[in-house]
């Protein structure tokens, strides 16, 4: 079958590409702006541009079914009308036009008046699909985990420390493995409904979050956690701060969905293509790894210690450690307004890092920098003033572990994407 897969950037368009392709379907991926470098067929469609004006997407030849997989962890209102309702809808009906089925992607709790605006987004989108009486389908997922997910990756996050802080432990959720939505969706290819209608895709088991996490735990060799609930007004403090600051994890959307059971039967997808998913912990083999989650702990702790030195290294050298500084310069045979102007330059260049490290755009670069900037003090050190190297507290020794931690972060930024999908 030839498919039209859109939103097949995200995690889970990603995951449903390469199953898709697996059981033998031709897939036709969309994205904002395609990477030339990327194999498969893929084609340029910004839904919120598509929203804004509906021919702006050429319906591609011999599609017969439109997959929509698009959506946005975003607490802008405007923004998700426009891709998640509007841009969705104005898809729906190209499809419609062109005799395709429709599987929409959409999230459990959406059929409940939502009060939230991502699910009120999804279930104005899944309203007009409903209504225009093609062969469509809905598929309402619970929270989905796998490599590569955004809460997957804070959830990781939680799960090495053995005191946690949640942001409510009593609401219940049936979470399921990215593994068992794409067979969700390949049964459903092989048994599609008679009637549009919408479907639950939900775990076995309805579990807290602190149950979720002592399952990922379980995966990685651990024993069960322990966990407390954040105090009413510092959870409504750090929403009103991540709002600002634009944390997907902490919002007061998230805080209550967090507060929210959010469970369905999970009978009528068994009744309607014969599927039913495994428990979370039968999916767990090969992820998680504790190795990774101790990676998410330390990456952002490295980070920073490292900000914490070159910023405190700028103001020792612009307060209490200049003179020091100069005697050292002195040793070098630098002196004078030379040796001053050298150490307020090195405080300067010090600080900007520091700084560099805090922003996301800049820390790639930052990172480079810091790398140079330590063999360069390194080779002028071991050539003007060898003798740093016997020093009893090794300053010179230890720049050498810096650098070795700067490498391997380095290593863990992501590359410039040449494009966004």
Known sequence: MRILLVGAGGFIGR?????????????????????????????????????????????????????????????????????????????????????????????????????????????????????????????????????????????????????????????????????????????????????????????????????????????????????????????????????????????????????SDNLAAAEPLAEACGYRCLPLAARLHDWPQATDSAALIVQPLLLALLVVVWLGTALACLGPGFDWSLRILAEAGIAGWPARLAVIAGALLDGALGIGLLCTRWRRRALQAQVALMLGYTLLISILLPHYWFDPLQGIGKNLVLLAVSLWLLWLQPLPARTRR
Request: charged share 20%.
């Open 15 to 259: 995951h449903l590409q390469a199953a898709l392709h697996a059981a033998g379907h031709q897939v036709v991926a969309t994205a904002r702006q395609p990477d030339p470098g990327t194999s498969g067929e893929w084609l340029a469609l910004d839904l919120a541009e598509l929203a804004r004006d509906p021919h702006a997407f050429a319906w591609p030849a011999g599609v017969e079914l439109l997959i929509n997989a698009a959506g946005l962890l975003s607490t802008d209102r405007a923004r998700l009308d426009e891709v998640q309702h509007l841009g969705a809808c104005a898809l729906f009906e190209l499809a419609a036009a062109q005799g395709a089925r429709v599987l929409q992607i959409s999230a459990l709790g959406a059929e409940d008046d939502p009060d939230t605006a991502f699910l009120a987004s999804k279930a104005a989108a899944e309203r007009h699909l409903l209504g225009l009486g093609i062969a469509a389908v809905v598929l309402r997922p619970s929270l989905v985990l796998g490599p590569g997910a955004a809460s997957s990756r804070w959830l990781l996050r939680l799960s090495p420390w053995p005191w946690t802080p949640l942001l409510d432990n009593r609401a219940r959720l049936q979470p399921l493995h990215i593994d068992d939505l794409c067979a969700a969706v390949l049964a459903l290819l092989e048994r599609w409904p008679v009637q549009p209608c919408s479907l639950a895709l939900v775990g076995p088991e309805a579990l807290t979050m602190g149950q979720i996490v002592d399952r990922l735990r379980a995966a990685q060799g651990w024993g069960p956690g322990h966990y407390w609930t954040l105090p009413r007004p510092l959870a409504l403090a750090g929403a009103w701060l991540g709002e600002r600051c634009g944390w997907r994890a902490l919002n007061r959307q998230t805080l209550r969905l967090a507060r």
